[in-house]
């Protein structure tokens, strides 16, 4: 694993209890960062508490990301615990339902349009003007393959990715001038547990689409994000940066 210099640098993960986001707390630790887990699932959140305590210092919270004072409240939490917040990884997502738009119901439609992209606007939102006195920042949204091309029975999914391409270029485009750059990575499948809510025939046509034949590891993606997350990364802001084993097509 090559090492990346994020030695005491304060860090916010969502969905940090588990899949791609503990697997970037997991990194972030090892190249020196503090980590801030924010997950809604308590339980979860204890149990990686515990388990990467001795891996560097490791702060969590209980946090409801389609809820704004929920985001607010841990902002103003994980600043006191930690004296100042560099890094943010917009990372807590999920699947929703699998089927034709006009099958859905809208209630399904919102709930994964208020955790996927509302909930990186509250993120941002509680947290930018945390890094603008400092003059510093990384945020890294993870976005999706699905929010360039679109997948078939994902509707909302697809279109609450595709909000967050075109959030993360907005929003660098405020901060350019500000220290605080913003990108985002947009995977293929990545093999977590997110995969067992999505039926195995829309398993099987996602990983027909890569051309390597194979889905991503947890650990290809935390290794993309740290570099984003790092000083070395300092010229690129509003870009999205692909990680689908070939699948990219623009």
Same mark, same amino acid.
């Not at 697997?23 to 508490?49: F, K, M, P, T």
């Given at each position: 694993m090559n090492k990346i210099d994020l030695a005491g640098r304060k860090a916010v993960v969502t969905g940090g209890a588990r899949g791609i986001g503990y697997a970037i707390v997991e990194r972030l630790l090892a190249s020196g960062a503090s980590c801030s887990l924010w997950d809604r699932d308590a339980a979860r959140l204890e149990q990686a508490e515990k388990s990467l305590s001795a891996a560097g210092r490791v702060h969590t919270a209980v946090v409801d990301i389609t809820r704004p004072e929920s985001t607010q409240a841990a902002a103003e939490a994980t600043f006191k615990h930690f004296g100042g917040i560099d890094i943010l990884v917009n990372n807590a997502g999920i699947a929703g339902a699998t089927r034709p738009l006009w099958e859905m119901t809208p209630t399904e439609w919102h709930e994964v349009i208020e955790v996927n992209l509302l909930g990186v606007f509250h993120c941002c939102h509680a947290i930018v003007p945390k890094m603008l006195p400092q003059k510093?920042?990384?945020?890294v949204n993870i976005a999706s393959?699905?929010?360039?091309?679109?997948?078939?029975?994902?509707?909302?999914?697809?279109?609450?990715?595709?909000?967050?391409? @075109?959030? %993360?270029?907005?929003?660098?485009? /405020?901060? @350019?001038?500000?220290? =605080?750059?913003?990108?985002?990575? %947009?995977?293929a499948v990545i093999q977590t547990? =997110?995969?067992?809510?999505?039926?195995?025939?829309?398993?099987?046509?996602?990983?027909?689409?890569?051309?390597?034949?194979?889905?991503?590891?947890? /650990?290809?993606?935390?290794?993309?994000?740290?570099?984003?997350?790092?000083?070395?990364?300092?010229?690129? %802001?509003g870009a999205v940066f692909d990680l689908s084993g070939g699948r990219a097509t623009y």
């Amino acid at each position: 694993m090559n090492k990346i210099d994020l030695a005491g640098r304060k860090a916010v993960v969502t969905g940090g209890a588990r899949g791609i986001g503990y697997a970037i707390v997991e990194r972030l630790l090892a190249s020196g960062a503090s980590c801030s887990l924010w997950d809604r699932d308590a339980a979860r959140l204890e149990q990686a508490e515990k388990s990467l305590s001795a891996a560097g210092r490791v702060h969590t919270a209980v946090v409801d990301i389609t809820r704004p004072e929920s985001t607010q409240a841990a902002a103003e939490a994980t600043f006191k615990h930690f004296g100042g917040i560099d890094i943010l990884v917009n990372n807590a997502g999920i699947a929703g339902a699998t089927r034709p738009l006009w099958e859905m119901t809208p209630t399904e439609w919102h709930e994964v349009i208020e955790v996927n992209l509302l909930g990186v606007f509250h993120c941002c939102h509680a947290i930018v003007p945390k890094m603008l006195p400092q003059k510093y920042g990384r945020i890294v949204n993870i976005a999706s393959i699905a929010g360039k091309e679109g997948n078939p029975n994902a509707s909302h999914y697809s279109a609450s990715k595709a909000g967050v391409i @075109a959030l %993360t270029k907005s929003l660098s485009k /405020e901060l @350019a001038k500000s220290g =605080i750059l913003v990108n985002c990575v %947009t995977p293929a499948v990545i093999q977590t547990e =997110i995969l067992d809510s999505v039926p195995q025939s829309h398993v099987d046509y996602m990983r027909s689409r890569i051309p390597m034949d194979r889905f991503g590891r947890k /650990e290809e993606a935390a290794a993309m994000v740290a570099w984003l997350c790092s000083e070395d990364c300092s010229f690129s %802001t509003g870009a999205v940066f692909d990680l689908s084993g070939g699948r990219a097509t623009y």
